[in-house]
């Protein structure tokens, strides 16, 4: 039965500390706040005093839904140690805005005022820092600046951004705060178990469209989310990855290497070029398997009178996953199997006529442009069924599997 199941939260049962330090960047902290709310985060907010110049603890509280803390001589915590009892059932702080001044301070280990007190007086081991940096392009670049950069990393701190473009003071360059969307991104990423660090996964996904003339042309109903969602997870666990995409519109993840084409020599070409790079290959591209032998330059047109509708002659495209599976130093490679019936039965010819050791199967026409979906994982050993979930979710689930086969290998 087709139930729509609603991904789980992704940061459900986790506290996040949520910093602000002085910067025009406070406005998107109030946004960030809500999405982390959304996504099933509890939010303690602390302000700098400078933080409370561009923007008010009221609307913080009242998106957090907790009073924020802006002193260390806040009297409301009985023993009068916010800066210790803050963060004890925290599962990271971050800080976002974090200013040039607030990072001078973090690398130097200063203890000035609230915020900075509660980051040095962090348990390390298990309350992580990360810091969403947001300044001007020239005191992001000054050499002061990179200095503490250097030194914050080397204390294990995580440095989401920043990003680049227009900046409030008209400048152009590095130094923007990351959009609340990416910042959550990241942070999901960042509790992601790393179980493909050092991997380059490549990835193929959605469509590809096999033109007839300039308007016309052969292709099939693949939304790419499946594929779109295996990058985004085989990112989120650590490896570098090469999406090669098919005509879809779909947003890239973040961190992902995307090379867009259109028709299946294209997606040949391109896979085939960073397969010899790669560790890993999903193939999750709905590959046309024949494309027209001729290319009409011009809109093929209705003849008055004609006896017979127009006729194409089809020729088979080059099968992508079987080339590169069958290379000298070919990657660990899956393919996907969408059918429409006897779903294993294909699924194991399939893995014997690629010649790779695992296929993914799945009902072709129940989850074309579906968010959930219902796989089935065939290799030589059986058959594991992950039970109806989001896309996303199964994503996260191939990777670990994918991740175990790999250490087994090695
Ligand atoms: N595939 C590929 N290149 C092709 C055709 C398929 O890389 N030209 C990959 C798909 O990305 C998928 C797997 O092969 O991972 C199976 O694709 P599918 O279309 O189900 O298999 P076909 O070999 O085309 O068999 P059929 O269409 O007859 O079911």
């Not at 974090?98 to 280990?109: F, I, T």
């Not at 968010?371 to 058959?383: P, R």
Request: glycine share 6%; hydrophobic share 45%; proline share 7%.
């Amino acid at each position: 039965m087709n139930v729509p199941t609603s991904p789980a939260p992704d940061l459900a049962g986790k506290h996040i500390v949520l910093g602000l330090s002085g910067g025009i960047a406070c406005y998107k902290a109030a946004d960030f706040t809500r999405e982390l709310v959304k996504a099933g985060a509890t939010v303690q907010v602390v302000m700098t005093e400078a933080a409370e110049r561009f923007i008010t603890p009221v609307t913080l509280q009242a998106l957090s839904n907790r009073p924020v803390f802006t002193s260390q001589w806040d009297a409301r915590e009985a023993n009068n140690m916010a800066h210790i009892n803050l963060t004890r059932a925290a599962d990271a702080i971050v800080v976002a805005p974090a200013s040039a001044d607030l990072m001078a301070r973090l690398a130097q280990g200063r203890a000035d005022d609230l915020l900075s007190l509660t980051c040095l007086a962090r348990p390390i081991e298990r309350c992580p820092l990360l810091l969403a940096p947001a300044m001007n392009r020239e005191m992001w670049a000054h050499p002061a600046t990179q200095r503490n950069l250097a030194q914050l990393r080397a204390d294990g701190t995580t440095i989401l951004g920043p990003g680049s473009g227009d900046q409030a003071c008209g400048e152009i360059g590095d130094g923007r705060m990351l959009e609340p969307t990416e910042l959550l991104a990241e942070l999901i990423a960042f509790f992601q178990p790393k179980l493909l660090a050092g991997r380059r996964v490549l990835i193929t996904a959605g469509p590809t469209f096999e033109p007839i003339d300039p308007v016309r042309g052969l292709t099939n109903r693949s939304s790419g989310k499946m594929g779109f969602a295996v990058a985004r997870a085989a990112a989120e666990a650590g490896a570098s990855v090469t999406l090669v995409a098919g005509p879809v519109h779909l947003p890239t993840p973040r961190g992902v290497t995307r090379i867009d084409v259109i028709t299946a020599r294209q997606m040949f070409d391109a896979a085939t070029r960073a397969a010899a790079s790669s560790d890993v290959f999903v193939a999750t591209a709905a590959v046309a398997d024949w494309r027209p032998v001729a290319f009409n330059d011009h809109k093929i047109k209705k003849r008055p009178g004609a006896k017979a509708p127009p006729s194409f002659e089809l020729t088979e495209n080059p099968d992508i996953l079987t080339t590169i599976a069958r290379l000298d130093k070919a990657p660990y490679c899956v393919g996907f199997a969408a059918e429409s019936h006897d779903l294993l039965e294909h699924a194991r010819e399939k893995l014997e006529r690629k010649g790779v050791p695992l296929i993914v199967a799945n009902l072709g026409p129940a989850t074309f442009g579906q968010d959930d979906n219902m796989l089935t994982l065939v290799d030589a050993s059986g058959e594991r069924e992950l039970p109806r979930a989001d896309k996303l979710t199964l994503a996260r689930t191939l990777v670990a599997e994918i991740a175990r086969r790999l250490g087994a290998r090695a």
